[in-house]
């Protein structure tokens, strides 16, 4: 028995450093990508502002320290940072710009909330310039409405726009809707190695508002040696447009500008509030008035205009959805080529080679390296005399559930979930009366609400369910659920859950270690695209506190029904078949209703139809928590691995749900938006 131990102790450590040594050797691959092999250098930093710091990470090729290089400023989307810029940062670096990309109010590092963008209570419902009260597109928002609400309602409000726009009656205003881009403009400028008079910005989504908003502030600035250092080019990914009635249109104007239209964009604005993006949408005065030019005439991937005096103008589009845009091959190449008309790139390198995404792909391998690491390592913590008691056998066949209730049980599940998604993530995030100033995560309280709707069905679920045992003499056991040992069935295991708790801060105490040397080492954080694992600074560290009791109670819950109060034969019996049987019916609990959100938003959408959630349930609840099911449906589906696999292996629910909930928790409170 010693032997076979010391044996299993072996395997795990061998397959657990193996794991981590070539997750370290991707990151470093990905880390000389982004540096493009030693001629670009990476700063990590922060601005000062009146209002707290803004964090920034510049790339500087070293040829711009014998004279001096355009610049560009990149600002990210919602629910985002500055990483997410990555490929248009790694390639403009490539091609010999100075690159300035920032973490945006209430993102990332950067430590001033989103409530300094500003509000009113007022929204508009149409296209800037396009609404009017009379027809009730210009409307009131109440002034009791929680103030993320309110600042969302207001995304599209640019501080530069009317009055009537940006003030209300009680004094509010839109303070800074470039979200601490237009002080970042002014640090590019004045760097060393920049040359003044050739900048340009680009921005994703909520960057494309904040990217509006700092050319309309450097809309013909000289700095203090007299020189021209406006805006030279504007490339919007995903941005919205207005009408030049909005704003002092005399007096300010944009320069060279480029819009990447996604065909599939789940966001109503950025599609001129119609189902779908057609050639229709051209015809609109919105559309060939941004273009300069005639309906009969507005064409996708055509340029209009004349860069040598700013009135260049080009809407391209891309055969993708909203979060994919920033790293769509074919707009990259547009926004470079538009980049070298407007401010001449000094490395001629095509537009179309590009090598940048290989770091994404990198990234994603040492993540996933990383997350199954933790596999090894319970394995290895489970051989010790303090965790060897963790592993309870199997429970008594009895214990399983019929095919017949195990589909009705599921179905009911993923009904419910799916059902309540689209609604209880919309009411969290902008209408739940929250003390604000505790839940701070906004996205977060999306999911919040939703998972507390979940736990409530378990709940009374779990009641009547107790009752009707009750009523036929059957006592209730704890073993069977993973919630107790098999010496005291009938009673919930206080030292299972402690010891689990244990376990589950190892392991992802583990990742979040790694996780930390990897980006002292490389400026590089675990995550694919978009941010998953960022280390924490203090207070994003206070708000995993305030959420992670819930995401404990809700995947614990959803661990017990789904783990031991769904388990089949295929639960109980050893092999690869049987194991992969037991996870894909976990999976279809796990992500039914997730899978099922998905496929009332995309396939209406693909068909030509319009976005499912806002032609089936309106505009309100399309939009960001639709997108976000590209990000959320993959972690669903790691999430049921680990917490399949952690079952088999302990025969408790503990450890995978705390592992799980740690984890999700961590995603959304290391790199969401923040009030």
Request: aromatic share 14%; hydrophobic share 45%.
């Amino acid at each position: 028995m010693e032997n076979k131990i010391a044996a299993t102790r072996y395997r795990a450590l061998i397959s657990w450093a193996l794991m981590i040594v070539i997750a370290f050797c991707c990151m470093f691959c990905a880390d000389r990508i982004q540096r493009d092999m030693g001629r670009v250098e990476i700063e990590m930093g922060t601005i000062e502002s009146p209002a707290g710091k803004i964090a920034y990470k510049l790339y500087i090729p070293k040829a711009a320290g014998y004279h001096t290089a355009p610049g560009v400023l990149l600002l990210h989307g919602y629910q985002n940072d500055h990483e997410t810029n990555a490929l248009y940062a790694n390639e403009l670096a490539r091609r010999g710009v100075v690159v300035l990309s920032i973490d945006e109010y209430g993102h990332g590092s950067t430590t001033i909330g989103l409530r300094e963008r500003g509000y009113v209570n007022q929204k508009v419902t149409v296209n800037y310039g396009n609404d009017s009260a009379e027809h009730g597109t210009f409307v009131e928002v109440k002034a009791s409405s929680p103030v993320r609400y309110r600042i969302m309602m207001n995304f599209s409000n640019l501080s530069f726009f009317d009055p009537k726009y940006t003030q209300d009656s009680q004094g509010n205003t839109i303070a800074d809707s470039s979200c601490g881009g237009s002080i970042a403009y002014a640090y590019l400028a004045s760097l060393p190695q920049v040359d003044p008079t050739r900048l340009a910005l680009s921005g994703h989504s909520m960057g494309t508002w904040s990217s509006w908003s700092v050319a309309a502030d450097y809309c013909d600035a000289v700095n203090q040696a007299g020189q021209d250092i406006s805006p030279k080019a504007i490339v919007l990914q995903c941005g919205e447009l207005f009408r030049d009635s909005a704003y002092d249109s005399e007096n300010i104007h944009f320069n060279n500008v480029l819009l990447l239209q996604a065909k599939y964009d789940e966001f109503s604005y950025f599609r001129d509030y119609t189902y779908n993006v057609t050639d229709d949408l051209l015809k609109t005065p919105l559309r060939y008035e941004f273009l300069k030019t005639t309906p009969e005439e507005a064409a996708w991937n055509t340029t209009y205009g004349d860069f040598a005096d700013g009135s260049a103008r080009r809407i391209e589009l891309l055969n993708t959805n909203h979060r994919l845009t920033t790293h769509n091959k074919e707009g990259l190449a547009a926004a470079l080529d538009w980049f070298d008309s407007s401010i001449t790139l000094p490395e001629p390198v095509p537009s179309d080679q590009q090598k940048s995404m290989a770091k994404e792909w990198l990234g994603l391998v040492a993540m996933l390296l990383v997350l199954f690491s933790m596999f090894p390592l319970l394995t290895l913590l489970l051989t010790t005399p303090l965790f060897s008691s963790f592993v309870q056998p199997i429970p008594a066949v009895e214990t399983r559930k019929t095919l017949g209730q195990w589909w009705r049980t599921a179905l009911l599940s993923i009904l419910l979930a799916g059902a309540s998604f689209p609604f209880m993530t919309q009411l969290g995030h902008g209408l739940l009366p929250l003390p604000e100033n505790i839940f701070r995560m906004t996205v977060g309280n999306g999911f919040l609400c939703w998972y507390l709707t979940l736990i409530l069905f378990m709940v009374i679920f779990s009641i009547i369910g107790a009752v009707t045992r009750r009523k036929r003499g059957v006592i209730g056991n704890w073993y069977a659920t993973g919630l107790g040992t098999v010496n005291s069935p009938g009673y919930l295991s206080i030292g299972l859950l402690i010891k689990g708790l244990i376990l589950a801060v190892i392991m992802t105490g583990s990742v979040y270690f790694i996780n930390l040397v990897m980006e002292y080492l490389y400026d590089l954080d675990l995550r694919f695209i978009w941010p998953f694992f960022r280390s924490f600074n203090v207070m994003r560290a206070q708000q995993f506190a305030v959420y992670v009791p819930v995401f404990c109670l809700f995947y614990l819950m959803n661990n017990t029904k789904i783990m031991g109060g769904l388990r089949t034969a295929a639960s109980d019996h050893n092999g690869f078949i049987p194991a992969l049987l037991d996870w894909l019916k976990n999976f279809f609990v796990m992500a039914g209703g997730i899978l099922l959100v998905v496929a009332l938003e995309y396939i209406p959408f693909f068909a030509g139809i319009g976005p499912g959630a806002d032609v089936f349930l309106g505009g309100t609840f399309g939009g960001p928590f639709m997108s976000i099911l590209i990000l959320f449906a993959p972690q669903v589906l790691f999430f049921s691995i680990l917490c399949t696999v952690c079952y088999r292996m302990t025969r408790s629910v503990y450890v995978g749900a705390f592992t799980a909930a740690f984890l999700a928790c961590w995603i959304i409170c290391g790199g969401s938006a923040f009030l």
